[in-house]
């Protein structure tokens, strides 16, 4: 550390573990020598949130209560923060016994207090059209509306959500999450309207306030709580007005290591090795959403060494790597994927990181830089890890080249997992396999036991907290190989890798589902892509 450089705080500290937040909120109380409260504990206390606003409490990570007996107690989730606790005792005008709870479940129940929105969905206010611009600008300025907006933005970092989607309709606006791969509907606003929000987002994000006809995409980087983030922002016009949604990217999240992020033993041996070749394609494939960059960001980061030149071109940057030179595509500019891969041929790299394969050029670039003597990692959007050799063979690469370049395909999706909290265990029985004949194609028998969602606090009643990759992996060797040199179709590829040992999604989503790491119904929409 720096002379004169703040500690980090014990949130920073928490995200960069690999403690759980009951584990770490252990470590925390043991180390202060102070009371763990539990999430039950805090459940059935008379909170004492009068007098605190919503955002002060989030951003501190404290919950003031009163304890059976009426004495006033908080509990902590950084009790190193004298500040906040010394402002709860200036408020209530008593002194207050600190405790320690984890981050979760102090989040948990503020959410539990949370008050609800009137009606359910808040009422739009008569279409705006006829309010002049100025009106507009000082309307989404107004403190109402900025309120508004950062309760949303705050709700979806506590409940880790990857997209914002705003909807206005007929009756009221729709505000939904994504969190953990499925859209989950929150409370709306009550006293901002629709065109209100989207004008303040806007504004944030450098757009245009005044055009309403047209789709607009921007973004900004916004500092929410004590959390600092990237969001890319598209808005789109509709029958009711503009609707828009807001990708978050935190800038703090940490990188998996490659053992943490769901493979195989015999793929991740076999990716570790490839990742050791001086020079060829490393393809990962998948459909947006799947995963694929933060795969592409961890085998990155394990190559990451002094020794050697890594530049990169996104769109976006999601995670920064120390150490990486990387760059961000900007088409208004001409500064996409195949002029930059021209300018990095020049730059002495080692390996080069192609966020998408898009069209022929970047295909090209990519397989003769792969051909000069440098690693290339890619994605491609294929259904499975076979779909990529047809597919760079539509974008023009010759089937020659691809075979001396390829080296290494990974296919991948993402399921949820399994709340650890409440999780339940059953045996499959016959009736499951008559409902559902799918379990016996992928694998599973009757009498095997498998873990289903039940719903806590924790993981807000889904049952699923987190999501991990299910993943399978070609390697360009023997008879894949040949295939590729011929021409051949997926099925061809995919039998061929098949023979030599390859597990599919479908197998590895089955086995993590034996495991309890995800349920059988996560495992079946998997399978559903074979």
Known sequence: MRDGAAPPSLRTVFEASELSAHEFADEVARSFRLARASLAELMKAEGLRRGFSERFLREAAIFPFADDEGRVRVAMADPSDAVALRAVEIALEDNAEALVASFEDIASALDARAEPSQGGEAQVRAPMEEESLDSLRDLASGAPVV???????????????????IEPARAGLQIR???????????APADAPAQALISRLKIISGLNIAERRLPQDGGARL?????EIDVRVSTLPTQHGESAVIRLLPRDRGLLGIEKLGFRPPDEARIRRMLGSPNGMIVVTGPTGSGKTTTLATLLSALNTPAVKILTIEDPIEYELPGVVQAQVKSAI????????????????????????????????????ALTGHLVLTTLHTETASGAVPRLMDLGVEPFLLKSTLRLVVAQRLVRLLCDRCKTTRRLEDADFTRDPRLEFIGLRAGEAVCEPKGCDRCGGVGFRGRVGVFEAIEMTGETREH?????????????????????????????????????????RIAAIR
């Open 147 to 165: 309120r508004a907006f950062d309760a949303i933005m705050e709700k979806a970092v506590d409940l880790r959500a990857s997209d914002v989607h």
């Open 177 to 187: 999450m994504r969190v953990d791969g499925v859209l989950r509907a929150v409370a």
């Open 223 to 227: 500092k929410i709580g004590r959390t």
């Open 334 to 369: 001409g500064l996409t994927f195949a002029t930059a891969m021209r300018a990095f041929v020049r730059q002495d790299p080692d390996i080069i990181m192609v966020g998408e394969v898009r069209d022929a050029e970047t295909a090209s670039i990519a397989v003769h830089a």
């Open 484 to 524: 590729v040199r011929a021409g051949a179709d997926s099925f061809a590829i995919d039998a061929a890798a098949l023979g030599a040992g390859m597990t599919t999604m479908t197998t590895d989503a089955a086995e993590k589902a034996r495991m309890g790491i995800t349920s059988v119904s996560e495992a079946l």
